[in-house]
């Protein structure tokens, strides 16, 4: 059974049951209760919850995670992209728009921090490394340094090789592919 206060009105008491069940492990039985409170009107509460379930990560339903990733707070979708990596290739193609969406620059930040190393882990499908070199190519304006950091990560997770088959895409990939072999680093 999980924490009472878990269901209460006051978010107070929310806050409060899920720090205690945070402190010990959410068990089994409760990531589903945890997992609403991704959707709890509460910002901190949405954040913590998305802590809380990192080490359960395989076990949450992807809806919630999925609707944290696109929450309207840019703190609540920076902690839904850990919890959205921890279950491996599942919310990949989810991550990979984050990592140029300027306008949410916490969550940006935390899926260029996230993606490569989930890359390596789990591969990428051409379909998603096509979304990724089209969302680098709408860059309406050459990456920041610190974007040019991340980006590189991700350039070397995908690989120079495989970046280098895109150049001659007849579309906008090419344009994304030459940026992030730019980042890329190597001669």
Request: hydrophobic share 45%.
């Amino acid at each position: 059974m999980s924490e009472p206060g878990l269901s209460s009105p006051l978010a107070q008491d929310r806050r409060r049951a899920l720090d205690a069940m945070a402190g010990r492990g959410i068990e089994a039985h409760e990531v589903e209760a945890v997992a609403g409170l991704l959707l709890d009107p509460d910002r901190q509460i949405r954040v913590l919850a998305c802590g809380a379930l990192l080490p359960r990560a395989a076990e949450v339903a992807p809806e919630p995670i999925g609707r944290a990733l696109s929450d309207p707070i840019d703190e609540v979708r920076a902690a839904a992209v850990p919890l959205a990596a921890a279950t491996g290739a599942r919310h990949r193609a989810e991550l990979v728009p984050l990592c140029t969406a300027r306008r949410w620059p916490l969550a940006q930040r935390a899926a260029l921090a996230a993606l490569p190393q989930l890359i390596r882990g789990t591969g990428i499908p051409d379909d998603d490394v096509s979304a990724l070199l089209r969302a680098v190519a709408q860059m309406s304006s050459p990456p920041s340094v610190e974007e040019r950091a991340g980006l590189g990560k991700l350039a070397r997770a995908v690989g120079a090789e495989r970046l280098a088959t895109f150049l001659s895409s007849p579309d906008d990939r090419r344009l994304g592919a030459a940026r992030l072999l730019a980042e890329e680093g190597s001669e």
